[in-house]
T-cell receptor, first 114, second 112 residues
Framework: EAGVAQSPRYKIIEKRQSVAFWCNPI?????LYWYQQILGQGPKLLIQ????????DSQLPKDRFSAERLKGVDSTLKIQPAKLEDSAVYLC????????????FGAGTRLSVL | GNSVTQMEGPVTLSEEAFLTINCTYT??????LFWYVQYPGEGLQLLLK?????DKGSNKGFEATYRKETTSFHLEKGSVQVSDSAVYFC???????????FGKGTHLIIQP
């Protein structure tokens, strides 16, 4: 079974530029999550989708971050414009959608904002 | 919302030593509890979970027991190996939807 796919693996941009990350979850997984992991910290949930609807985006900085999950499969997370403090690893995870179920993580995209 | 506190590292042990990584939580109700591990250069992966009080999760020689009296979920292993060197995260659902809230992570270093 293929795991959660993310691309790109690495991205370097200058502040005020825009960037987008892509995630393809495990086939059949209804729930998709985006997390931000700053160096030395645990992942922090940014947004959770159930199929193509948003379940929780309370910690998403909506003035600069946006995410979509069209057709309830792939998802894209965008930052526009980027700030220095956005430097982090962006992790995508998916699960079947049952409460307390296991989340499976992708390898992440490491973003450096210069 | 729910929160978790875990001991910070790095924790350095010799091979075959006994390991304990402390994790305590604050939660509404009795959510599932998780330990995730991040090996060097790899993504997060589930190590073990427990879904209710007094449950013991186990995997790869690691164990953790869901203690509601002490609100703890400490990770233990009787004899660690060099290959156990990684960052370990304690986690639980955040309290609203089931996105996870993670501890800061404990970097474990096992020396031969």
């Amino acid at each position: 079974e293929a795991g959660v796919a993310q691309s790109p693996r690495y991205k370097i941009i200058e502040k005020r530029q825009s960037v987008a990350f892509w995630c393809n979850p495990i086939s059949g997984h209804a729930t998709l999550y985006w997390y931000q992991q700053i160096l030395g910290q645990g992942p922090k949930l940014l947004i959770q989708f159930q199929n193509n609807g948003v379940v929780d985006d309370s910690q998403l900085p909506k003035d600069r971050f946006s995410a979509e999950r069209l057709k309830g499969v792939d998802s894209t997370l965008k930052i526009q414009p980027a700030k220095l403090e956005d430097s982090a690893v962006y992790l995508c995870a998916s699960s079947l959608g049952n409460r307390g179920g296991i989340q499976y993580f992708g390898a992440g995209t490491r973003l450096s904002v210069l | 919302g729910n929160s978790v506190t875990q001991m910070e590292g790095p924790v350095t042990l010799s091979e075959e030593a006994f390991l304990t990584i402390n994790c305590t939580y604050t939660a509404t109700g009795y959510p599932s509890l998780f330990w995730y591990v991040q090996y060097p250069g790899e993504g997060l992966q589930l190590l073990l979970k427990a879904t209710k009080a007094d449950d013991k999760g186990s995997n790869k020689g690691f164990e953790a027991t869901y203690r509601k009296e002490t609100t703890s979920f400490h990770l233990e292993k009787g004899s660690v190996q060099v290959s156990d060197s990684a960052v370990y995260f304690c986690a639980l659902p955040g309290g609203g939807a089931d996105g996870l809230t993670f501890g800061k992570g404990t970097h474990l270093i096992i020396q031969p």
